[in-house]
């Protein structure tokens, strides 16, 4: 239970603390934020778990839902890669170190962590979905979280080189012997000695075996849905399969409404379901 | 224990009551009656068969309501609401007494709780009005509800003509009535006569046993093409719905306040999505998720229908769509697919 001095739709007073262009395109932008207060600080990392999300808030903007994109013990900071669309993630883009902003959370389950212990974990996201699976890495990389899991395979897709995110911490994955990192692109392009094609070809390519793995999906629904039946294919079961919802929401707590299919409220049994959960569910997605 | 309360003095106590209380009590508008402060008109209108147009969950729950007011775009902000006096709503139809107890489930679950509908939810008292001859609207014993039933109530009227009588169900109610004379054995054994009778006069609207599983089962047939045809997508059904809590948090920039207000599953914008994709593009979908939601998820959370039988969206729907009769089409619906 978050409840924030007994009121869940009150923000909690946060600056920035560094912002700046994840792509050369500036279309996304990350946000790393420090807390005003401590006791709001020790609460969140007391409850964040990766595959959380938070509501960030600006006055006059309203809200908006996104993805933490880094782990516990990378510091005292919660980062966001923030893609530019509308009104709220425009003003976003503004912000600059020093800047003052308000956030709610963590909200929603996060990735079952606890259930993986043990097994490989594949890894596959493309676009800025790739936020949260940025921060399930960076959990996993952690010397006291690394034996809890056996093998750990990334597989990342961006359009263009331009695109990807966190580059130079990606870049070093390459040169780290416990994992595998599968980096791609749209169309070829000079220097680029990764990958080319789409995500769903890359993964048949690298054919994961599915023995006992669980595989992680976050991108573009386009990516998910042709994704999914190459896994399948692969041999992973539907229990062993896992994504996370991007729906639309507004109180982010199972209040409003919002964002219900079925028996579930994304924001709170969610964002987090694996394709079994998702198969029960009625077709209102 | 019962008590009897004299018609004549009903604006009598209520007025005693306004100094502890914040009295809300059934009052005449147009051609409707509304719950309105009693402080302001001193009436009381409990001579109507049908209940009120506009639901009392705006009592707890209003159409719009500051969540907080701030000073500058990030800087500094205030929680708002400050309630002074616990509400006391006079005169509450069982079947709006029982969806305060339903929206408390939502509201007041363990995991998060609301703290706008608790603040004016907590100590508030409930007196209900029993349903002596409930009009053909309602259907209240079909969705496990009665005409005098208790759920969400700390005390019960029953209309005896010249005077009511109050049953007392609650020890927070127990203190506002006892100095009324109690009721004879004679008055007694006439309010479990009108009551029985009340109950006995509604007949079962449609058939429920098994319908969450129809319901499930008929998600993807063409039934909700059928019966939404006629809908205008107005969204009445669901803004008078004592049970529908679905709500929009905006920011209003001139008042520097955020803001909720109700919100409908009924429009086409509550589930259009960034891409264009909408998952429930058309009034089908929209109607199914409304039916759905109350007569099949409110029972996967909690296992009771989300829906009172207070017959508001039956009376007020521009077009005369009738839930009982979409309800009872759903049931015989997949007999039909069945024989097929
Ligand atoms: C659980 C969750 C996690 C998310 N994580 C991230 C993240 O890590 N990074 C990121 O950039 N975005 C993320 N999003 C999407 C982000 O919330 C939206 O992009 C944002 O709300 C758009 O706000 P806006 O005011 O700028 O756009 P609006 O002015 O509201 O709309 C601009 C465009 O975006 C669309 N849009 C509005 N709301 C959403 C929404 N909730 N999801 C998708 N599209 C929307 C509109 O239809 C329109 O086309 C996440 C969404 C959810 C539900
Ligand atoms: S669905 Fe209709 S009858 Fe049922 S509680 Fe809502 S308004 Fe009343
Ligand atoms: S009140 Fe009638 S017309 Fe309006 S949205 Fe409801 S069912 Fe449709
Ligand atoms: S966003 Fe409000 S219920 Fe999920």
């Known amino acids: ?285 | 224990m019962m008590y009897i309360l004299e018609k004549k003095k009903v604006e009598q106590v209520l007025s005693a009551w306004n100094k502890a209380f914040d009295v809300y009590a059934p009052q005449k508008v147009e051609n409707y009656t509304q719950f309105l402060p009693f402080e302001k008109t001193k009436t009381v209108a409990l001579n109507h068969a049908h209940n009120t147009r506009y639901p009392p969950k705006a009592l707890f729950f209003p159409q719009s309501e500051i969540m907080l007011k701030y000073n500058s775009r990030l800087g500094r902000f205030e929680e708002s609401g400050s309630k002074t006096k616990p509400m006391l709503i006079f005169g509450v139809r069982p079947c709006d007494a029982m969806a305060f107890s339903l929206m408390d489930t939502v509201f007041l679950s363990e995991d998060y709780v609301d703290p706008y509908w608790k603040a004016k939810r907590e100590d508030s008292i409930v007196i209900g009005f029993g349903c002596s001859t409930p009009p053909q609207t309602c259907f209240c014993t079909t969705v496990g509800g009665a005409p005098f039933s208790h759920t969400g109530l700390d005390a019960i009227l029953t209309d005896l003509d010249k005077a009511f009588s109050v049953q007392v169900l609650t020890n927070k109610a127990e203190n506002l009535f006892k100095n009324l004379p109690p009721a004879t054995e004679d008055q007694i054994n006439e309010v479990k006569k009108i009551q029985r009778k009340a109950t006995e006069s509604m007949a079962p609207a449609f058939q429920t046993s098994g319908l969450k599983q129809k319901l499930d089962l008929i998600f993807e047939s063409p039934y909700w093409e059928t019966i939404a045809e006629s809908c205008l997508g107005c969204g009445i059904c669901t803004y008078l719905c004592p049970t529908c809590f679905c709500f929009d948090i905006v920011d209003e920039i001139q008042r520097k306040e955020r803001i909720r207000n109700w919100d409908t599953c009924m429009f086409r914008i509550y589930s259009q999505e960034a891409s264009g994709h909408n998952p429930r593009p058309s009034n089908k979908e929209r109607t199914r998720q409304r039916l759905m939601h109350k007569y099949s998820y409110w029972l996967d959370h909690i296992g009771e229908i989300g829906c009172t039988g207070c017959g508001r969206c039956v009376c007020y729907c521009p077009v005369g769509l009738d839930i009982r009769a979409m309800l009872q089409t759903a049931s015989e619906y997949e007999s039909e697919v069945a024989r097929a």
Request: aromatic share 10%; charged share 20%.
């Open chain 1, 1 to 285: 239970m978050h409840d924030n001095g007994h009121n869940p739709y009150k923000p909690m007073p946060m600056h920035v603390v560094r912002a700046y262009y994840e792509s050369n395109d500036r279309s996304l932008k990350t946000l790393e934020l420090v807390f005003d207060r401590k006791a709001d600080q020790i609460e969140f990392f007391e409850k964040f778990n990766p595959g959380q999300f938070c509501q960030l808030s600006i006055f006059g903007k309203g809200e908006a839902p996104f993805g933490v994109a880094s782990a516990a013990w990378e510091g005292d900071f919660v980062r966001f890669t923030i893609q530019k669309l509308g009104s709220f993630t425009q003003y976003a883009h503004t912000l600059q170190a020093g800047d003052p902003i308000g956030m709610r959370g963590p909200l929603g389950n996060g990735f079952p962590l606890e259930a993986w212990k043990g097994k490989t974990l594949v890894i596959i996201g493309g676009g800025c979905a790739f936020s949260t699976l940025y921060a399930l890495t960076k959990h996993v990389h952690h010397p006291q979280n690394r034996p809890d899991y056996d093998q750990l395979i990334v597989v990342y897709g961006a359009r263009t080189s331009g695109l990807c995110m966190y580059k130079h911490d990606i870049q070093s994955w390459h040169q780290r012997d416990d994992m595998q990192i599968h980096q791609a692109i749209d169309v070829p392009e000079e220097d680029w000695s990764h990958h080319v094609g789409y995500v769903p070809d890359v993964v048949k390519e690298v054919a994961p075996s599915p023995k006992n793995a669980v595989a992680i999906v976050c991108g573009p629904p386009i990516m998910t849905k042709f994704t999914l039946p190459v896994l399948v294919e692969l041999g992973f079961s539907p229990e062993s399969i896992f994504t996370s919802l991007e729906k639309r929401m507004k109180c982010g707590i199972g209040k409003c409404g919002r964002c219900n299919i079925g028996s579930k409220y994304i924001c709170k049994d969610g964002p987090v379901f694996s394709l079994k959960e998702l198969q029960e569910l009625p077709d209102d997605i």
